[in-house]
């Protein structure tokens, strides 16, 4: 049995780059053209798992409607909580606690927001949306279509990166990152970019 998953990072929302965390906002039209790009005219997946969140949640019934797949949601699969950084830009958070971004992202473990979701927290659940989604899906090549935190912590979860290293791994918007699920391992088959043949 082999699962085949593309990871897919959210285009840009309305309002530009900020630590958006569960904020519910939507698509930029910059964003919706950054997913069509990604994506472009393929649609080499069995069904399609989004995020409920807008920004992941409109593309995706877009796309599944437009190729007849199925679609889920899993809560599991939402951006990580950033606590009193939600709807904050990095210069802003920075005016207010200088060198504070440097610390969390030297160790996102311990130098967390106050309030904000426990990183091991986070991966777990990613962990088990994802693993939910390898059960379920055999000889399947599915989209999961998340959040810059949830590529991250599957990156962290299928090839067992340490977690205090899970910020060194850049997440453009609407890239895709495959990964390769067979006899209980993964393998890492690309990150970043489009789909192959874009």
């Known amino acids: 049995m082999s699962v085949t998953l593309d990871l897919m990072r ?5 309002g530009g780059r900020k630590y958006r965390g569960q904020i519910d906002d939507p698509l930029s039209e910059k ?14 997946w069995t069904r399609i798992v ?26 599991r699969l939402q951006e990580v909580g950033f606590g009193v950084w939600e709807g904050k830009t990095a210069a802003e958070i920075e005016l207010e606690a ?20 426990p990183l091991a927290d986070f991966q777990a659940r990613v962990a088990a949306g994802l693993d939910a989604v390898v059960s379920q899906s055999p000889d399947q090549h599915v989209l999961v279509v998340g959040h810059a935190g949830v590529v991250r912590m599957a990156l962290a979860w299928a ?22 699920f067979s006899k209980g391992f993964a393998s890492l088959i690309f990150h970043g970019g489009s789909l192959p043949g874009r």
Request: charged residues 20%; proline residues 10%; glycine residues 6%.
């Open 10 to 14: 959210h285009g840009e929302p309305v």
């Open 31 to 44: 964003g919706w053209a950054q997913m069509h790009a990604a994506v472009g005219d393929q649609a080499p």
């Open 50 to 75: 989004s995020s409920p969140l807008l920004r992941c949640r409109a593309f995706s019934e877009m796309l599944a409607e437009r190729h007849k797949l199925p679609l889920a949601f899993d809560p």
């Open 98 to 117: 200088p060198g504070t971004l440097a610390r969390f992202k030297g160790d996102p473990v311990h130098a967390r927001p106050q309030g904000a979701e």
């Open 159 to 180: 090839l067992h990166i340490p977690l205090q290293h899970a910020y060194r791994i850049e997440v453009a918007s609407a890239s895709m990152t495959r990964l390769r």
